[in-house]
């Protein structure tokens, strides 16, 4: 399919066709304004009471508001593609990143997204991305900028100078073929696949990440700087495929940033531009069963929903954002699914889990952390295997700690900062009982934080604490074993062996978010959205034939 970069999407001579999606995330809601501006009637079904799925949102009596999940926003231009889109008139196909994208210096104050963004939501540009720490309490502003970087390897690790404009020549090479070229593309069949393993092979990049980084740093420090980054989409650095080393450069190129309001801030707005297109929410209106029609396994087909309450819905298309491995345990009878088996579904790799704790505390003066800090225990590799191959929580713990009052007072009262902290642990496949495992974690984590200097004084200077486990994932959330980011991205679960966005047993059923193709993370999330939406387009017969400005009739679509 080669559609042009904008073209009206018209709607069957009957009725528009309809849409539900399952879920509220990033990728439901970026999908929904997709569909909406394809003519679909869509409609959105959240269980929770607002929107968010993993970035919902919290907000306290006392005055704080957390951001629950992700925070690292990157690539503003999706974003503002989503902004820009109109009813009837469709951005699915042309360069997915045209020279004008490619080229963008990365914004280094003031705002930063474009002129569509900027009518819904205030996005800033946060320097540095991160500060790493390490546990000798030395630590690295990672902010992108190569002489700043050769700076401080120079300070650190003078003996990976050379190694480092080695790493950036060859990570560069893997994010033009594995992120411009091939970031928006389906791998729907093994051709697919087999089509680009030459390259991969070629670029190194199906060793593992850390392996692959190792090859050019001979410091732990900066093996651990260039690898970490995984961690952040779910990804274990010691197993998931080096092609992960295209995040450096996604980040060096667009740069990190903040919705100001929060990650929340950018979810209502995705919210208000659906609903402006004509999209409907319905929150607290959890799915039960996915309805499905025929006999025949593997050749059935999707016709609605029965929600909790009982109420069936009835539709074209029926998209999941929840979980994929729920999703196919829980809404789907074991009779449609040929491919998506129980055996295949328990057997694959979820990914780690998480333990996040959400403070406030008193302003008594300067900080020496950053909006985003990376605070890396003694042991890397040890702790790795822990998390992801043992599953055992171990003696100790590496974090991300995110103080977004540095940067957007408003989510705290006057003279106080909110903040959370981030430390990965096994998802709920480790029988860890959380009851009594999670109040310890937590109170080792804040002794830390307090003992080590970063926030001193912090237990006498709390105001507001609370805390989830993957416990919160697997039922809040319903992600099967309480995973935090979707099925493990390790190399046999990436590309055509990822969960397909087009559901290879029902009919008219799709996937979208961080459990389909290409994985997890905002930016990904929003590439799943645009890639889902071009096999609807596809597969609903909306093409972009367009003659005068006048786009042909859409077929009616064929029965699965």
Known sequence: MT????????????????ALIIGAGIGGLALGIRLQSLGFQTTILERLDQPGGRAYQRRTPDGYVFDMGPTVITVPHFIEELFRLQRGRAELGGPDFPEEVRAAERVRSGDSGGPATRRYVRLRPILPFYRIWFDDGTYFDYDGDPESTRRQIQALAPEDLDGYERFHADARDIFERGFLELGYTHFGDVGSMLAVVPDLMRLDAVRTLFGF?????????????????????????LSVPAIYAMIHFVEKTWGIHYAMGGTGALVRAFVQKFEELGGQMRYGAGVEQILVDGRVPGRRTARGVRLESGEELLTDVVVSNADWAATNLQLLPRSARVVNTDARVRLARQSMSLLVIYFGFQDEGP?????????????????????????????????????????????????????????????????????????????????????????????????????????????????????????????????????HNRHEDVGNLYMVGAGAQPGAGTPSVMMSAKMTARLIAEDFGIHPSIVNGVADAVPEPTPA
Not at 3 to 18: D, I, L, M, Q
């Open 213 to 237: 980084a190792s090859k050019y740093f001979q410091n732990p420090k900066m093996r651990q700087v260039f690898s970490f980054e995984t961690l952040l989409v779910g990804g274990n650095p």
């Open 367 to 499: 900080l020496d952390l950053r909006h985003h800090n990376i605070i890396l225990g003694p042991r890397y590799e040890a702790l790795l295997r822990e998390i992801f191959g043992q599953k055992v929580l171990g003696q100790d713990f590496s974090q991300y700690l995110h103080i977004p009052t540095l940067t957007d007072p408003s989510l705290a009262p006057p003279g106080h900062h909110a903040a959370y902290t981030l430390v990965p642990v096994p998802h709920n496949g480790s029988g860890l009982n959380w009851d009594v495992e999670g109040p310890r974690l937590v109170a080792r984590v804040l002794e830390f934080l307090e003992e080590r200097g970063y926030i001193p004084n912090l237990r006498a200077r709390l105001t507001h604490q609370a805390y989830i486990t993957p416990d919160y994932f697997q039922g809040t959330l319903q992600a099967h074993l309480g995973n935090a980011f979707g099925p493990e991205p390790v190399l046999v679960q990436s590309a055509f062996f990822r969960p």
């Open 3 to 18: 559609p042009s970069s904008s073209f009206p999407a018209t709607r069957s001579p009957v009725r528009p066709k309809t």
